[in-house]
């Protein structure tokens, strides 16, 4: 393939991933704080590393075009990227068995902490003092549980997933960081 139809390919993979991530966050809007962000960014992570960041923004900014610039947007500018460095930081080459568990593990985590990771943005626009901002936390904490179990379960398809990912013809697009 040449180095154009390398880049045409990169982009409309990146794009079709980006918006399946989208098309699959609106279809799942019924269950709140369930979807399958975290298991998509894993595997994408896992797979392309560095290149993942592409698919997370084409999300990221499909979702503020469509939802609108509200005060939750600043958030999502950063909340998805912690996810992708916590997995950038994983050992490549973990024993299935333990990959599996680590990045169930990992995706629950981010579940759990996202209220967290969102509340300085929160404080920040609203100016919240310290002890509101501790207040919003635990206000939203039964939505982060729930948010956990449904990133959790959903990461039992991490693993198969990127054994899927990375048998497709053409989807290891080339030596990846």
Known sequence: MSKTGRVLFQIVLFASFGTLMFI??????????????????????????????IPIYVYVFLTLFYSGFGTWALPYLYVWTVLWGIVMLLPK???????????????GLHGILFGVLYAP??????????????????AGLPFDVVHCIGNTVSGILILPLVGVLKKLPGAIIEKTE
């Open 93 to 107: 080459n973990m024993p299935p068995k333990i990959a599996v568990v680590v990045y169930m593990a990992v995706a």
């Open 24 to 53: 699959s966050d609106i279809a799942m809007e019924v269950l709140p704080n369930i979807h399958l962000l975290a298991m998509f960014i894993v595997i994408f992570t896992v797979v392309y590393r560095v290149k993942a960041l």
């Open 121 to 138: 943005a929160q404080m920040l626009l609203f100016g919240l003092r310290w002890e509101q901002m501790w207040v919003w936390i635990g």
